[in-house]
């Protein structure tokens, strides 16, 4: 089964990037502590502190979706940092052996 790379691009409403940045540090430390997780990285955009990346390895598609069920993930995401974006992309990528 292969592992799942998720990147996730976040443009933050201009205003609270200095409300959404820090909640986005918190996301990433919960995230780590997954069973499954593998990776969790956040990244400002070199002269755009309102684009964000994601980057997010889990060991399965099922990982994923089970970390999109986490208490930390419904209430960093969905009640929090939302609400506070322009545009929020999502890209799904299996890796396969080898490719890490």
């Known amino acids: 089964m292969p592992e799942l790379q ?6 933050i409403t201009a205003g609270p990037q200095d409300e959404v940045l820090p909640l986005l540090t918190e996301l990433a430390e919960a995230s780590r502590g997954e069973p499954d997780n ?7 955009k070199a002269g755009d502190d309102r684009e964000v990346v994601l980057l ?17 993930f419904r209430a960093y995401v969905v009640e ?12 799904l990528f299996d890796v396969e052996e080898g490719d890490h």
């Open 38 to 44: 593998i990776a969790f990285d956040v990244y400002r």
């Open 80 to 91: 929090r940092i939302i609400p506070l974006l322009d545009s929020r992309t999502i890209e």
């Open 56 to 72: 997010e390895r889990y060991r399965s598609r099922e990982a994923f979706a089970a970390h999109r069920e986490t208490p930390h």
């Open 6 to 11: 998720a990147i996730a691009r976040y443009t």
